[in-house]
Structure formats: structure tokens, C-alpha cells
């Protein structure tokens, strides 16, 4: 079936750090792929995304691209804050059939010090 | 813009109690709708879904069951807790004709005691 493998963590970062979160999948066919950041005692929310191979997404600083080639989607941030900590999930989703829902990634707990 | 409300937002109950969580979400209709639990060490996991009024899909055997009896109403339950069903749950939604993004309410902490 399909899977998201990503870095556990957690990883601890000094402020203004250059930051990767790998992120690889196995799926068939073609899916679209996102980061979701969690924030402590909130739910999830959407950071980027790529529906296609080569496309990259990018929000907030935060980019990833989708490389089909090596099955992967790995964030990036140049220079994180610390207002960056928080839980980051990678997902992947197939359109069509079945669950229609997202597989994750067991997350990574990022954590920026000042 | 859609949103999606869920309450309560933190709950304890005793093993062996009953259950009801309710997600309603605004904006948007006939959305598809998701449970998911995010138990400790174990990520995100999908528990059932929704395509419209009354019709439900399980992906995992269990002690908890899911209902839609409006559109945009979709209720988590169980009859009696256990334990291992203490964790996050979150309710989520996917839109109807505008691509493939899966949106997530605030979620509701469930902690068995």
C-alpha cells in the first residue's frame, strides 16, 4: 500500500539555521503531495503542496519539491524562527476510489532555540 | 472560505462511558468529511470518511463508530471507551470540484481515564 517515510526527530535547530526535513513516499500511479504543520495543541494545518512531478510548493519560507524520480518531497527553510517549532507532517493523497483521504508521514517535531 | 468547528474541544471520561464528538464545518457543501486519530508515537491515522448524508466508510476495525445525518454534521461515538481510544482526534474536509486539499478542524483531545 501506500507510505510516507519522514525523519522522526526531533530535530533542534538554532534560530536563523538552514532547515530539510526529508520526506520520501511509496505510492503508484501519481499523487499529489503536501507538508501540514502542527502547532502545539492545535490541529493541522496546510503549509504546501505539489500536485505533479517538478512543481514545487512554497509558503511561509517554507519550500519542497516534488521529485518524482526519487520519490520524495523534502522541506526546506533558509532561515527558520522560533516561531517555526511546531510538528510537521508529510502526506501524500490519490485522487479517485477508495478512501479519497491523505496517508502521512509519522511527523517530525522541529524545535527552534533562540 | 470553509471552516470546520469541533467540540468539545478536550474531554475525560471513564472507561466504559459513551462518546460523541461533533464536527460541523461552514462555507462549503456536500464536502467530503474525515475522522482521523493522532495517537502518541503513532501519527495521523484515517478512521472514517464521508461522502454525503448517511453514507459512511471505516478504514479500521474498532470500538468507535461515525454518523452524517446533515451535510455539513459528521459525529464520532462509541458506547463504551477504552482505553486505547484516548488521543486527538481531528475532523477534516475536502470540498467538492476544487482539487485535492484536505482541510482540518482545531481537534478535540480525548483522554480515557
Known amino acids: 500500500g501506500d507510505s510516507v517515510t519522514q525523519m522522526e526527530g526531533p530535530v533542534t535547530l538554532s534560530e536563523e539555521a538552514f532547515l530539510t526535513i526529508n520526506c520520501t513516499y511509496t505510492?503508484?500511479?501519481?499523487?499529489?503531495l503536501f507538508w501540514y504543520v502542527q502547532y502545539p495543541g492545535e490541529g493541522l494545518q496546510l503549509l504546501l503542496k505539489?500536485?505533479?512531478?517538478?512543481d514545487k510548493g512554497s509558503n511561509k519560507g517554507f519550500e519542497a519539491t516534488y521529485r518524482k524520480e526519487t520519490t520524495s518531497f523534502h522541506l526546506e527553510k533558509g532561515s527558520v524562527q522560533v516561531s517555526d517549532s511546531a510538528v510537521y507532517f508529510c502526506?501524500?493523497?490519490?485522487?479517485?476510489?477508495?478512501?479519497?483521504?491523505?496517508?502521512f508521514g509519522k511527523g517530525t517535531h522541529l524545535i527552534i532555540q533562540p | 472560505s470553509q471552516t470546520i468547528h469541533q467540540w468539545p474541544a478536550t474531554l475525560v471520561q471513564p472507561v466504559g462511558s459513551p462518546l460523541s464528538l461533533e464536527c460541523t464545518v461552514e462555507?462549503?457543501?456536500?464536502?467530503?468529511l474525515y475522522w482521523y486519530r493522532q495517537a502518541a508515537g503513532r501519527g495521523l491515522q484515517l478512521l472514517f470518511y464521508?461522502?454525503?448524508?448517511?453514507?459512511i466508510s471505516s478504514e479500521v476495525p474498532q470500538n468507535l463508530s461515525a454518523s452524517r445525518p446533515q451535510d455539513r454534521q459528521f459525529i464520532l461515538s462509541s458506547k463504551k471507551l477504552l482505553l486505547s481510544d484516548s488521543g486527538f482526534y481531528l475532523c477534516?474536509?475536502?470540498?467538492?470540484?476544487?482539487?485535492?486539499?484536505?482541510?482540518f478542524g482545531e481537534g478535540s483531545w480525548l483522554t480515557v481515564v
Open positions: 502526506a501524500l493523497r490519490k485522487s479517485g476510489g477508495g478512501a479519497d483521504g491523505l496517508t
Open positions: 464521508s461522502v454525503g448524508i448517511g453514507q
Open positions: 477534516a474536509l475536502k470540498e467538492r470540484g476544487t482539487g485535492n486539499t484536505i482541510y
Open positions: 505510492a503508484t500511479g501519481y499523487p499529489s
Open positions: 462555507g462549503t457543501s456536500n464536502p467530503n
Open positions: 505539489a500536485t505533479k512531478a517538478d
